[in-house]
């Protein structure tokens, strides 16, 4: 029990203003939430319409998360995504701002309509047209945050070819990859990107890839800051020069609900990153519902989703549900804290933004800067607030409530997942009274359950792992070229359940707390990493002999990187060497992934079977070493104990 004072509610009833005018109220939300359950087909049936079909559906579920496992929904309709972000807007919205671009440096902004959209998205899909790209292609992009990632996206949705999309930080090797591991044979980068006054060597990387991804026979490159960079004749292609040579006009391709849409790799406990794929009708409809529900979303409105479309958030809730509602949806190219820790509330004023979509570490990142460089904006334009990609400490929530939204603005806290291409667990801003720190409650048609680590239901308040009982349209079909592994890594663990990974409690009124990943998945400022993948790349240094990695709470980026290296015999540790490490794991995978610690470990506790106990290992990187539970069937348990040691050494 907490014995301090504390005068700060413990529940965030919506406010009146917001309730009174929302989509849904709280009597509405148990209604729908109940229909969408009790009878999905039903319900879908009906939210499927939200879209615009080619060919209108008859048959609407069809799913199984046993055996072979498929899901299918909307499977006899036809459609194209690009088409309906955009070409449905033209009658009634041709000169509404579509995205509004905020560039790195605050001088640089502009807005493009729906009209330029087409246009722009028409040329660059008769572009891939002409260099040999067909339906159920795959396309990778890899760009900074510019309005060109956006037309890439919706181009290949035009013309039926699957894009994938590599977040601008990962290294020419996972670029490599993921090029290789999906086939692309057109990769559409940038010279360079520009984030914090910084340049990214965009192009200088991609090359570094296509050295050793051979199928990749040509490159578009996007002029973003002017920079020199190499050439390749007959594979490179400068982007302006190629749309200005072809039509503007490009007929939507007629795709079938269940044709693939994206590609999006993500990592997991094993292995290399998986390519999650998403298909056409049922991720529209739910990416476009969420986003309408979940933040409330209403016509004229301008709405702010700062991350990087090279993650699920931007695929989802930048580019496809934002658009496919005709939204104004804002994209940033820059960082929270260029020019300076204002940039964001400064944004916000500037475009009058009411809805804005950011995540956990950087609102804590600039809640230690104090209150000043957010009140000297004046953010009144703000309406609703969102958070997504980790558990939102309470401290935090309440200082995103209180000094960004000045206790008017609801705040929802969004739990959802690559796999689950859109918002599974949420408040509704005028409908459910929030908690700080819980994502409170399921989205139509979300049926979460709790389980024991033996698969046994567990009802009422209670605290276990988190799986979904049935399907959502929104949902993951396959890992691409590995159906097997979608099997195993989702639907193995708990027989019948979509196992998301996640650890949760649920409290007397129902309401969900995820409290982290229960799997060897880390998230470090809100970016998800599978320890296998750092090991693997440590290991591949000649001087290491084996490594294993945990994640360890970090104030900041929730949590960091931990790394216990064991050297080669004949290897001495040195500072050097750590920071030779460090540069190593950067160049493998991408700044993303460096280790925040490093510690050398003569041995690593293992079973006698030789399996290593991650569970001790995070232990000892918490400091919690007095919780290190049982510790007698391993093989040397005197380990632990010089591990221990180190550790304390280290501070
Ligand atoms: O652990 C959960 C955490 O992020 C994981 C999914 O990461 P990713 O596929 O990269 O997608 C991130 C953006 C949707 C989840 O398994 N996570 C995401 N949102 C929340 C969260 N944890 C707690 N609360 C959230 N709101």
Request: net charge negative; proline share 6%; charged share 25%.
């Given at each position: 029990?907490?014995?301090?004072?504390?005068?700060?509610?413990?529940?965030?009833?919506?406010?009146?203003?917001?309730?009174?005018?929302?989509?849904?109220?709280?009597?509405?939300?148990?209604?729908?939430?109940?229909?969408?359950?009790?009878?999905?087909?039903?319900?879908?049936?009906?939210?499927?319409?939200?879209?615009?079909?080619?060919?209108?559906?008859?048959?609407?579920?069809?799913?199984?998360?046993?055996?072979?496992?498929?899901?299918?929904?909307?499977?006899?309709?036809?459609?194209?995504?690009?088409?309906?972000?955009?070409?449905?807007?033209?009658?009634?919205?041709?000169?509404?701002?579509?995205?509004?671009?905020?560039?790195?440096?605050?001088?640089?902004?502009?807005?493009?309509?729906?009209?330029?959209?087409?246009?722009?998205?028409?040329?660059?899909?008769?572009?891939?047209?002409?260099?040999?790209?067909?339906?159920?292609?795959?396309?990778?992009?890899?760009?900074?945050?510019?309005?060109?990632?956006?037309?890439?996206?919706?181009?290949?949705?035009?013309?039926?070819?699957?894009?994938?999309?590599?977040?601008?930080?990962?290294?020419?090797?996972?670029?490599?990859d993921r090029l290789v591991d999906c086939d692309s044979h057109l990769l559409i980068t940038a010279d360079e990107g520009l984030r914090g006054g910084r340049k990214v060597p965009l192009k200088?990387?991609?090359?570094?890839?296509?050295?050793?991804?051979?199928?990749?026979?040509?490159?578009?490159?996007?002029?973003?800051?002017?920079?020199?960079?190499?050439?390749?004749?007959?594979?490179?292609?400068?982007?302006?020069?190629?749309?200005?040579?072809?039509?503007?006009?490009?007929?939507?391709?007629?795709?079938?609900?269940?044709?693939?849409?994206?590609?999006?790799?993500?990592?997991?406990?094993?292995?290399?990153?998986?390519?999650?794929?998403?298909?056409?009708?049922?991720?529209?409809?739910?990416?476009?519902?969420?986003?309408?529900?979940?933040?409330?979303?209403?016509?004229?409105?301008?709405?702010?989703?700062?991350?990087?479309?090279?993650?699920?958030?931007?695929?989802?809730?930048?580019?496809?549900?934002?658009?496919?509602?005709?939204?104004?949806?804002?994209?940033?190219?820059?960082?929270?804290?260029?020019?300076?820790?204002?940039?964001?509330?400064?944004?916000?004023?500037?475009?009058?933004?009411?809805?804005?979509?950011?995540?956990?570490?950087?609102?804590?990142?600039?809640?230690?800067?104090?209150?000043?460089?957010?009140?000297?904006?004046?953010?009144?334009?703000?309406?609703?607030?969102?958070?997504?990609?980790?558990?939102?400490?309470?401290?935090?929530?309440?200082?995103?409530?209180?000094?960004?939204?000045?206790?008017?603005?609801?705040?929802?806290?969004?739990?959802?997942?690559?796999?689950?291409?859109?918002?599974?667990?949420?408040?509704?801003?005028?409908?459910?009274?929030?908690?700080?720190?819980?994502?409170?409650?399921?989205?139509?048609?979300?049926?979460?359950?709790?389980?024991?680590?033996?698969?046994?239901?567990?009802?009422?308040?209670?605290?276990?792992?988190?799986?979904?009982?049935?399907?959502?349209?929104?949902?993951?079909?396959?890992?691409?070229?590995?159906?097997?592994?979608?099997?195993?890594?989702?639907?193995?663990?708990?027989?019948?359940?979509?196992?998301?990974?996640?650890?949760?409690?649920?409290?007397?009124?129902?309401?969900?707390?995820?409290?982290?990943?229960?799997?060897?998945?880390?998230?470090?400022?809100?970016?998800?990493?599978?320890?296998?993948?750092?090991?693997?790349?440590?290991?591949?240094?000649?001087?290491?002999?084996?490594a294993a990695v945990v994640g360890y709470p970090h104030d900041l980026k929730g949590q960091g990187i931990y790394a216990y290296v064991t050297l080669n015999a004949g290897e001495h540790p040195?500072?050097?060497?750590?920071?030779?490490?460090?540069?190593?794991?950067?160049?493998?995978?991408?700044?993303?992934?460096?280790?925040?610690?490093i510690q050398w470990a003569p041995g690593l506790p293992k079973t006698r079977s030789g399996k290593i106990m991650r569970r001790i290992l995070r232990k000892i990187a918490a400091n919690e070493?007095?919780?290190?539970?049982?510790?007698?069937?391993?093989?040397?348990?005197?380990?632990?104990?010089?591990?221990?040691?180190?550790?304390?050494?280290?501070?």
């Open positions: 029990m907490n014995t301090t004072p504390n005068t700060t509610p413990s529940t965030f009833p919506p406010p009146e203003a917001v309730a009174k005018s929302a989509w849904v109220d709280a009597e509405g939300y148990a209604r729908m939430y109940e229909q969408s359950v009790k009878d999905p087909e039903a319900f879908w049936g009906e939210h499927g319409k939200r879209i615009d079909w080619m060919r209108p559906y008859t048959k609407i579920k069809d799913v199984s998360f046993t055996g072979d496992v498929h899901i299918r929904w909307f499977f006899d309709g036809t459609l194209n995504v690009s088409a309906n972000c955009i070409d449905r807007h033209l009658a009634d919205k041709a000169d509404q701002t579509a995205i509004i671009w905020e560039g790195d440096n605050p001088a640089e902004s502009k807005h493009i309509t729906y009209r330029e959209l087409h246009e722009q998205v028409c040329r660059l899909a008769n572009v891939l047209k002409a260099k040999g790209v067909k339906k159920g292609d795959r396309v990778t992009i890899y760009l900074p945050m510019i309005p060109e990632a956006a037309y890439a996206m919706l181009a290949c949705a035009r013309i039926g070819a699957m894009h994938s999309i590599v977040f601008g930080g990962f290294s020419p090797d996972s670029l490599r200088k990387n991609a090359d570094e890839a296509l050295k050793e991804s051979p199928n990749v026979k040509t490159q578009i490159v996007v002029r973003r800051t002017g920079g020199e960079v190499a050439w390749t004749e007959g594979r490179d292609f400068w982007y302006d020069e190629e749309i200005a040579k072809v039509s503007a006009d490009c007929p939507p391709e007629e795709m079938s609900a269940e044709d693939p849409l994206f590609i999006l790799y993500t990592s997991g406990s094993t292995g290399k990153p998986k390519g999650v794929l998403h298909t056409t009708g049922g991720y529209l409809v739910y990416a476009s519902m969420t986003h309408q529900y979940v933040f409330d979303y209403k016509p004229g409105e301008v709405y702010w989703c700062t991350a990087d479309v090279g993650w699920v958030t931007g695929h989802s809730y930048i580019v496809y549900g934002p658009l496919a509602n005709g939204a104004t949806t804002l994209m940033f190219e820059g960082i929270p804290n260029y020019p300076s820790v204002s940039r964001f509330w400064e944004v916000i004023d500037k475009h009058n933004v009411s809805i804005f979509y950011t995540a956990p570490t950087a609102i804590r990142a600039l809640m230690r800067e104090g209150e000043a460089p957010v009140k000297k904006t004046s953010r009144k334009s703000l309406r609703i607030l969102g958070s997504v990609g980790e558990p939102i400490n309470p401290e935090a929530w309440l200082w995103y409530h209180k000094v960004v939204g000045d206790e008017r603005c609801p705040i929802v806290d969004t739990f959802w997942q690559t796999e689950t291409g859109g918002i599974l667990i949420s408040p509704l801003p005028g409908a459910t009274t929030a908690k700080p720190g819980s994502a409170t409650l399921p989205f139509f048609g979300v049926q979460p359950v709790v389980v024991d680590n033996d698969g046994k239901l567990l009802e009422g308040e209670t605290e276990g792992n988190l799986c979904m009982a049935d399907s959502w349209p929104g949902q993951m079909r396959t890992v691409f070229g590995d159906h097997a592994r979608f099997v195993q890594t989702y639907f193995s663990t708990f027989e019948g359940k979509y196992f998301t990974g996640d650890g949760c409690r649920r409290d007397a009124d129902g309401y969900y707390w995820i409290t982290g990943r229960v799997d060897d998945v880390i998230n470090v400022s809100g970016h998800r990493m599978g320890t296998a993948e750092i090991e693997s790349a440590l290991v591949a240094h000649p001087k290491v002999a084996e040195s500072d050097e060497l750590r920071k030779e490490l460090v540069t190593w794991v950067r160049k493998e995978i991408g700044p993303i992934a460096t280790p925040d610690l070493h007095e919780a290190l539970g049982d510790t007698s069937t391993l093989a040397d348990p005197n380990v632990v104990t010089e591990l221990v040691d180190n550790r304390m050494n280290h501070g």
